[in-house]
C-alpha cells in the first residue's frame, strides 16, 4: 500500500479528500513522512486537509457579524460547588436554579450534537464544579461518541477536590484536556481563599492528572491578586521546571457580588516582569489559534506559563467561544449579561432548526468586545459560579444560611422556585435568613482590623459573667468552711493523707478569689496583646468579682453531666456534689471606657482569664472534677448597635 501512495500521490490525496476526516489524514500524513520523497507528499497532504477544513468550516449560525467562527463550546454541567472562593461566588451567596430547571443529561447532549454537526470541534465542561454532577463520567463517554461528527477534544475545568476519585473513569471515557484551579500552594491561605479546606485534596488531582498519559494537556488556573497571592508568582512558575504542565496566570476579572476593585488587579506585563527578572532567557511560545492565554517557555524546564489577560489586554478579536449554562441558557460573552434560552424552547418541542436559528439570532448579537474593565456589567451579569468561566469552584454541607440573591437574568418572578437559594452550602431552604458579613474578614479572605477611624469615642459599658463548678473540698478551702477542722484531723489513711497534701498546695498558692480577681483586671487590659484583631482601649474602670455559690443541683438537661454524679474518678475531690448540692464559683466582670468600639470582648476575657486562674489554684484537689461554663455577656451599653440586656441566663 506504502509504494502505491509514493507512486500516486495524487490519487491519494484524492482519496483522502473524499473519505479521510482530520485526524485520519494526519495519521497517513505520518506515515508517508517515514519514507523517501515524503516531505513533498506530507506537505501536499496537509495543505489538502487545510482546504477540506477550509471548505466544511462551521455553519452560518455560528459565525457573528465580525466573521468570528464560533467551534468551541462550554458547557456548564451545575451551578453547584464544593468551594467558595471569594472571587466567584459574593460573600452574601446567589440564588441557585431549582433542579428541574437544570438540563438533563439527554438535553445537554442533544444541544452538544447539534453545536458539533455545526461545527464545533472543542467542547469543555465546566460549573460550579463539573465534577459534582452525577452522571458526569457518563456525559463525557456520550460526548465521546461525538466525534464522528467532527468533535476533537473534550476538556474539564475542575477545581480538584473530588477530581482525583473520578479521573480515570473519565480519562477512559474520554477526556483530553483538564484544566485545574489552584490559587495559592500556601494551605492555609487556601481556606481564607476558597472558605473552605481541601488544599491536599486538589494537589493530589494535579499529580493524578500530570501521571495520566492519555491527557494531551493539563493546565493550572491561577487567579492573581495584588497583595494576596501576586508573591507566589514564581513558586508556581517553577511548578513547570520539571513536570509537562502549562500554569495559566489569569487576571481579577470583575464579576455580580465579586467586589472587584481594579487596585487589585495585576496586568499581565507587570507580572512577566517579574518572572523575566529570574529568567531573562524566557521566550515566546507558540499560541493555538484562538488560544486565550500568550504562552512562554523557559529553556529547560519541560512546562511553560503563559496569561489570561481579560482586562488589561483583550483577545475579543480571535474569541471563538460560546457557552451553555447549566439552566439552558446560550450567552455569547463571559462579560455579556444577554442570554436566551435554548431550555425553554426544547420543552416546548422545537426542533433542531429552530435551535438553530435562535443560536444564529444570539451570535449575530455578539459585540466586537467586551466593555472596559470599569464599564462591565456586574449587576444584572451572573455572579463567575453561575456561569462556567475560565475558573470554577465546589465543599460540603453547612448549616450556614445567607440571603437571597435576586436573580435579574434567568426566569421571570413567577417561575422563581421558593426553594432555589444558594446559600453558604449548596443546600436550598425557603427560610433562608440573613447571614451576617465577619467584619475582622475583608473582601478576599483575609483576616482584618474592623476600620474604626470614622467613629466618634462614646461612653461604653459591658459586664460579662462566667461559672467554673467545683468540688465540695474546693468550695470550702476557697469560701474556708470545714478548714480548722480538716487540719485537726489526724491522717486516718492514705486517702486522708493524699487529700492533706493536696489541700496544703492548694493553700501555699494563696488567696484564690483574690489571686483570680488580680488576673481577670490585668488580663483585661491586655485584651488586645491576647487577641489578635481587637482594638487597644483606653479603659476607665474595670471591676472583677468572684463569689463562692451553692445550689440544688440541675436537672440533666440543665445542667453538665459532670455536676450530676457522684464522681469516682480519683481519690481527691470526691463528691462534687453532696446531698444534692452544686459547688461553684461565679466570676463577674464590668469594664467601662470613653472609646470607638464596644468593651464586650475586655469582660470577657476578664471573666476567661478570672476562672482559668482559679481552675489553676484548685487544681490539685479538684482537677478532674472542675467545669468551665456559661461564659456570656450580660449587658452592654453604648456604641451604634445600642443597649443589650440578657433576659435570663
Known sequence: MLGRALAHPDALLKHASRNLRTCSALRHAELLNQTPRSKNIRSRVQDKIASIEAERGV?????????????????????????????????????????????????????????????????RLTGGEPTVRKGIVEIVGRLHALRQFGLQSIGMTSNGIALHRKLPALVHNGLTHLNISLDTLDPFKFELMTRRMGH????????????SPELQSVKLNVVIVKGLNDHELLDFVDMTRNHRLSVRFIEFMPFTGNKWDKAKMLPSSELLGRIQARYPEL???????????????????LGSFGFISSMSDHFCGSCNRLRLTADGQIKVCLFDAKEISLRDQIRAGANDDALLSTIGRAVLGKQERHAGMEDIDVVTNR???????????AQPRSTQRSPRFRSHFAFPAEHAHPTAVRCYSTTSDADTALRPRLTHIDDSGRPSMVDVAHKEPTSRIATASGRIIISKIAYDLVAGEGAEEADCDPPADAVSASLRKAKEKARSKGDVLTVAQLAGIMSCKRTADLIPLCHPLPLSHVAVTLHPEVAPTRAASDAPKEVLVEDTRSDIGLQQTSQGLSYSIVCRATVSCEGKTGVEMEALTAVSVGLLTVW?????????????????????AGGRSGNFVRSHR
Open 283 to 301: 521566550r515566546k511560545g507558540a499560541d493555538e489559534l484562538n488560544d486565550t492565554a500568550r504562552s512562554y517557555i523557559i529553556p529547560g524546564h
Open 200 to 211: 491536599d485534596a486538589v494537589l493530589r488531582s494535579l499529580h493524578a492528572a500530570l501521571a
Open 59 to 123: 455553519s452560518p449560525h455560528l459565525v457573528d457579524s465580525f466573521s468570528r467562527q464560533h467551534n468551541y463550546l462550554r458547557i456548564s454541567l451545575t451551578e453547584r460547588c464544593n468551594l467558595r472562593c471569594f472571587y466567584c461566588m459574593p460573600s452574601e451567596g446567589v440564588e441557585l436554579s431549582p433542579s428541574q430547571h437544570i438540563l438533563s443529561d439527554d438535553e445537554v447532549i442533544r444541544l452538544a450534537t447539534l453545536f458539533v454537526k455545526s461545527g464545533v470541534t472543542k467542547i
Open 616 to 636: 489553676d489554684m484548685l487544681k490539685a484537689v479538684a482537677g478532674k472534677e472542675m467545669v468551665i461554663g456559661e461564659i456570656l455577656v450580660e449587658h452592654k
Open 383 to 393: 455572579p463567575m459560579i453561575l456561569i462556567g468561566g475560565v475558573h470554577r469552584l
